[in-house]
């Protein structure tokens, strides 16, 4: 297993690891994945999330506000409507090289 590499420099602020930790504990639920992987290419309304993800409006509008809340989504009023698309698009990078990493570990185990 590669060791993941840290850059040289001052050490993350006590709000910078808090930060850090936030995100991560958005991308560790699995509805939340589902919702950014809905929302990855472009913003979509709730009920495309909806339909796309298979959950219901109530509980994907809750794990919506908390991807707003955190910063890694962003909502765009359009009418009566809302759209969600992504804001940060480092989760879409991490979501990527945890892909690649497993996609990795697979061809070993093989």
Not at 6 to 13: R, S, V
Not at 25 to 49: D, S, T
Request: proline share 5%; net charge neutral.
């Amino acid at each position: 297993m590669s060791q993941l590499e840290i850059p040289h420099g001052p050490a993350p602020t006590t709000e910078q690891l808090d930060q850090i930790a936030l995100l991560f504990k958005m991308l560790g639920e699995p509805m939340r994945l589902r919702i950014l992987q809905a929302v990855c290419h472009a913003p979509r309304y709730v009920g495309e999330i909806v339909e796309l993800t298979g959950a219901t409006q109530p509980n994907v509008s809750k794990h919506l506000a908390l991807l707003v809340s955190s910063g890694v989504l962003m909502r765009q009023r359009d009418g009566q409507r809302v759209r969600y698309g992504l804001k940060n698009m480092l989760v879409t990078r991490l979501c990527e090289a945890v892909c690649a990493s497993l996609e990795t570990q697979e061809e070993q185990v093989a």
